[in-house]
């Protein structure tokens, strides 16, 4: 990304100086969910634009809630794999490591040391009770059925087929950009309604990381540590919070549209080349999702 040092500097000062203004001047609470990285550096973000398709597809958003120490979690990483396999780009997967199964362990030799939990997939966890149903599990859309959305892995190819099926009621478009210097991430985010809707809607962008070789336990294999898995849709962060920001509010008509910036510092250890930008719009009442979308950071 080509800018210029002195405009870059111009520009951090200018919103450095508004937000000490605003803070004088202001006896307002701001409660989550909020835009991490608000007020965004427009040099470090240019701001993007967006084509809209011509062409509208249904994705479905699937999250796998599953710990490094849990023996019989990789089976539901394997029907999201199939998921995957079947229906391509339309499933969109997220893997949250919660609990029990997901802390640091010393055994063997230290091995499951790593610490894949997130503040966002705890307070997911808190509010689902995906950990205390017993891992693994996950949910399809957070679809309710049989009056929990969570749902035994067994069950995510019969709710995904119907899901998918159904025909899309709005469109995501994300255009991300990394700036390596301060190694941020930044993500524009387009929603688009394809039909008239009723209720709040919000969008939650969140970042994952693909092809994480680290432990596992898997029960079908003897001895059962394996030393090089590969974690795949592991989330890692959110750009706009745990349960995101309205994006859409009754009455919704068809062809409304709205555009939302984020930026996020990276964490060091993160594989820049395997990072993902996930987005998806859920119904405020129903926590139902209607739409999901993904693409790489860079």
Same mark, same amino acid.
Request: aromatic residues 10%; glycine residues 6%.
């Given at each position: 990304?080509?800018?210029?040092?002195?405009?870059?500097?111009?520009?951090?000062?200018?919103?450095?100086?508004?937000?000490?203004?605003?803070?004088?001047?202001?006896?307002?609470?701001?409660?989550?969910?909020?835009?991490?990285? #608000?007020?965004?550096? #427009?040099?470090?973000?240019?701001?993007?634009?967006?084509?809209?398709?011509?062409?509208?597809?249904?994705?479905?958003?699937?999250?796998?809630?599953?710990?490094?120490t849990c023996g019989n979690c990789p089976r539901a990483a394997e029907t999201a794999a199939t998921l995957i396999g079947t229906y391509g780009e339309q499933a969109v997967v997220i893997a949250v490591h919660v609990g029990f199964f997901a802390e640091p362990k010393n055994y063997p030799d230290s091995s499951y040391s790593a610490d894949y939990r997130t503040t966002v997939g705890d307070e997911l966890n808190n509010f689902f009770g995906n950990d205390a149903a017993g891992l693994p599990n996950g949910m399809v859309n957070?679809?309710?059925?049989?009056?929990?959305?969570?749902?035994?892995?067994?069950?995510?190819?019969?709710?995904?087929?119907?899901?998918?099926?159904?025909?899309?009621?709005?469109?995501?478009?994300?255009?991300?950009?990394?700036?390596?210097?301060?190694?941020?991430?930044?993500?524009?985010?387009?929603?688009?309604?394809?039909?008239?809707?009723?209720?709040?809607?919000?969008?939650?962008?969140?970042?994952?990381?693909?092809?994480?070789?680290?432990?596992?336990?898997?029960?079908?294999?003897?001895?059962?540590?394996?030393?090089?898995?590969?974690?795949?849709?592991?989330?890692?962060?959110?750009?706009?919070?745990?349960?995101?920001? #309205?994006?859409?509010?009754?009455?919704?008509? #068809?062809?409304?549209?709205?555009?939302?910036?984020?930026?996020?510092?990276?964490?060091?250890?993160?594989?820049?080349?395997?990072?993902?930008?996930?987005?998806?719009?859920?119904?405020?009442?129903?926590?139902?999702?209607?739409?999901?979308?993904?693409?790489?950071?860079?």
């Amino acid at each position: 990304m080509i800018r210029t040092g002195i405009l870059k500097n111009i520009t951090y000062y200018i919103l450095l100086i508004t937000s000490y203004i605003f803070t004088l001047t202001s006896c307002d609470i701001i409660e989550a969910p909020y835009t991490e990285g #608000t007020p965004i550096d #427009t040099v470090l973000c240019p701001p993007q634009d967006f084509v809209s398709n011509t062409t509208h597809i249904r994705k479905v958003l699937v999250e796998d809630y599953t710990g490094h120490t849990c023996g019989n979690c990789p089976r539901a990483a394997e029907t999201a794999a199939t998921l995957i396999g079947t229906y391509g780009e339309q499933a969109v997967v997220i893997a949250v490591h919660v609990g029990f199964f997901a802390e640091p362990k010393n055994y063997p030799d230290s091995s499951y040391s790593a610490d894949y939990r997130t503040t966002v997939g705890d307070e997911l966890n808190n509010f689902f009770g995906n950990d205390a149903a017993g891992l693994p599990n996950g949910m399809v859309n957070r679809k309710v059925v049989s009056s929990s959305p969570i749902l035994s892995y067994n069950s995510w190819t019969s709710v995904f087929a119907s899901e998918v099926a159904l025909a899309p009621v709005a469109d995501i478009y994300i255009k991300p950009q990394y700036d390596v210097d301060a190694h941020t991430a930044c993500a524009d985010v387009k929603v688009e309604f394809l039909s008239d809707l009723s209720g709040e809607y919000k969008l939650c962008v969140f970042l994952t990381e693909d092809s994480i070789v680290d432990w596992q336990k898997d029960y079908s294999l003897n001895p059962a540590d394996i030393p090089d898995y590969v974690h795949r849709h592991l989330l890692r962060a959110s750009f706009n919070g745990t349960w995101g920001e #309205t994006i859409g509010t009754a009455p919704i008509t #068809t062809g409304s549209s709205d555009i939302k910036r984020y930026s996020l510092a990276l964490n060091s250890g993160w594989n820049v080349a395997k990072l993902k930008v996930v987005a998806f719009v859920y119904n405020t009442s129903s926590n139902e999702v209607i739409q999901a979308e993904e693409t790489k950071l860079q």
